[in-house]
């Protein structure tokens, strides 16, 4: 549904009681936003290689943030003094789309981690690379008519001077959520996942990578430690963003910490109206810093309803739990500082619009850069970035 939000918040009071391979990114068309020159190659064999020939992978960087790329490049060469021809009709390579030109390396990625020694990785579904959506995205046994591989000749040259390449630039995969769906991209979640490069001769390498969430934090002088993470870096049009936020005590000691009502941004929300809480996030268009962050202007993350009549309250302190994120207030009452807004948008115009004034209204996430803050109410913030394309 669009415009809906999700805030789930941990605070319910509780009172006492053929060549040269293919163009990289062909996979979904994104580019790399990685600069990190971390890698890891693995041979698929010790010698001797099949038909003299070797293959290799490598895989950077191997330790990435959600929203980053991964670049895998896997390459077939002659590592001896003469040379080496051999012929073969190529093999279909997964990053493809069916009935493609096909060439001597082909890609499959996993999700988790597999050998090759401990389990037979054929047993489980790689992910998919390509669009499926063209031309019959909801015909689940729809299969193209190809015509028939040509068989082609590979020569190799001395010590790898012509090898056979494959470089490859992507940042998650296709799937769909049910039947008769459109497939659609996923950018690669937390986790694990196992790289197979293999070739038309039957050798095969792999390797692996993992993928973390966006996370951000810094101590504060209350000995906490604020939080911040998210989903993902990068966005497509109304794919969801989801933030969570969090304060945690530093001790291993009870941390009381009186209140000091000292909001560094204006516009942060936990999600859950007339609570009184010392936590929030927002969301800004453009990309701000620490230092120009009070310059920028929050985007309404729920729909504008009518006015709420508050109780006044005044809290005057927080006991933290030690190394715990687990809180009571002012004695009878226990909360969570954990806040997870999801969203897909942000709203504009008015509840009960004036004359001339625009009514409530979603908008998607247009493409651009967005700053996520939170924020505590001793003047601490932390800050995270994302991207819609």
Known sequence: MKGAVVAVIAIVAILIGG???YLAGNANE??????????????????????????????????LTQGQNVTIRAWVYNPTSATIVVSTSGVDNPMQAPCTVQSGLGVN??????TFAFGNISKYSPLLQYNRNSPNPYDSNWTPSCIAPIQNTYVFRPYGANSNNETIVLGGYYTRIGYGLAYTFQPFPAGTYTVVVFDAWGQQALAHFN????????????NL????????TEFQPGEYVTMNASLTNMLSTLNNVTFAYQWPVKGLVSGVPCLQYPLGVAVLRGYYTVQNISAGTTLDMFKPGPPTTCPVTYLQYLVFQPESSNVQVNSNMKLQMNVTITISGYWTGFWNPPPGSPPATFHE????TYTVVTGDEWGNLVLLHFSVA
Do not use: H, M
């Open 30 to 63: 994104r580019t790399v936003t990685s600069t990190s020159t971390s890698t890891l190659t693995t041979p698929a064999a010790p010698p001797p290689y099949v038909n003299g020939l070797q293959l290799a992978i490598q895989v950077g960087p191997d330790d």
């Open 19 to 21: 060549g040269a391979g």
């Open 225 to 232: 430690r604020l939080s911040l993470t998210l989903n993902s």
């Open 109 to 114: 990625i996993y999700e988790g981690t597999y």
């Open 365 to 368: 996430f247009e493409a651009g």
């Open 211 to 222: 993928v973390a969430s966006a996370k951000a934090s810094a101590a504060t002088q209350q």
